[in-house]
């Protein structure tokens, strides 16, 4: 597509229960990036995928978030019995593995905002 | 640990004058370094990167400069327009696909 695109833009939930986010990175970029933003915060690292890679997963908060990619392209990231601490916006964002110096660029989806009652 | 900061939370222009926003970092030696603008409601979007090698790099009405002597980064927006309020991110890399973000600026240019 023409941009990163993630769904859905905003989800309510109530505590205790499980949400899935959903992002549709750019075609052909390999490199896949979830990352958390809280009020006044700055952006979290979660989780970075790269092509077949063993993902990176350093940055999940707990074993409550999960996340895969299927088939190299859509990811979903999944919290498993949400605390109100997991309201935030959860962006996406892809990027084409790099220039030739390493340098990688992120295209960023609009968000998934989460706020667990 | 790895710190970035961003001069401050907020900051108020006049239309037409130069907006200068800072980020700094410690316990860092970052390969390149950039700057992304954020809207509300809105991901960031990329802006302007800059390498280690790099001085100083210019975008139309941007301009970010690079001191890792100082370990720190200017981000110049000249002849400001209030459509170029928004929050400023910088971030930076160190070769590897992570990139580590500052918790931005709110730039307000007023008319």
């Known amino acids: 597509g023409a941009g990163v695109s993630q769904s859905p833009s905003n989800k309510v939930t109530e505590k205790g229960k499980d949400v899935e986010l959903r992002c549709d990175p750019i075609s052909g970029h390999t490199a896949l990036y979830w990352y958390r933003q809280s009020l006044g915060q700055g952006l979290e690292f979660l989780i970075y995928f790269q092509g077949n890679s063993a993902p990176d997963k350093s940055g999940l908060p707990s074993d409550r978030f999960s996340a895969e990619r299927t088939g190299g392209s859509v990811s979903t990231l999944t919290i498993q019995r949400t605390q109100q601490e997991d309201s935030a916006v959860y962006l996406c964002a892809s990027s084409s593995f790099g220039d030739r110096a390493g340098a990688n660029v992120l295209t960023f989806g609009a968000g998934s905002r989460l706020t667990v009652l | 640990s790895q710190k970035i900061e961003q001069n401050s939370e907020a900051l108020n222009i006049q239309e037409g004058k130069t907006a200068t926003l800072t980020c700094n970092y410690t316990?860092?030696?970052?390969?390149?370094l950039q700057w992304y603008r954020q809207d509300p409601g809105r991901g960031p979007v990329f802006l302007l990167l800059i390498r280690e090698n790099e001085k100083e790099k210019r975008k139309e009405r941007l301009k970010v400069t690079f001191d890792t002597t100082l370990k720190q980064s200017l981000f110049h927006i000249t002849a400001s327009q209030p459509a170029d309020s928004a929050t400023y991110l910088c971030?930076?890399?160190?070769?590897?696909?992570?990139?580590?973000f500052g918790k931005g600026t709110k730039l307000s240019v007023i008319p």
């Open positions: 316990n860092y030696s970052p390969a390149y």
């Open positions: 971030a930076l890399g160190a070769g590897s696909y992570q990139l580590t």
